[in-house]
């Protein structure tokens, strides 16, 4: 059985959540603190897990994903998080052998 890949951004820390979300355009739809987010994104990253997905955490650093969105014709919203996320996933797995 061929393993799905999943994509997970992922913020380093409070610092980083609290600057992305404040840069997002739908950073209202994020949760409030970065440990709520984190508990959340943990569950999920986990039951995903559970489900055969193998999940490779992306970080997304406030200083570079701002430029990526642009060049990629990306507002910095949820449907960008998740193109990035996939996209490093894809290439991350690849460079380490894996098809």
Known sequence: ??????GV???RGKEDYDRLKAM??????LPDTY????????E???QM????FTV???YLDPET???????????????????????????SYRAKGRK
């Open 49 to 52: 897990a559970l489900r055969g």
């Open 35 to 42: 440990e709520e987010w984190l508990r959340k994104a943990e």
């Open 65 to 91: 994903f701002p430029a990526w969105c642009e060049a990629n014709g990306y507002e910095m919203d949820g449907a960008a998080r998740s193109r990035y996320g996939t996209e490093f996933a894809e290439k």
């Open 44 to 46: 999920v990253s986990g």
């Open 24 to 29: 997002a355009k739908d950073g209202e739809v």
């Open 56 to 58: 490779v955490k992306v």
């Open 9 to 11: 951004t992922w913020y």
């Open 1 to 6: 059985m061929k393993s799905m890949l999943l």
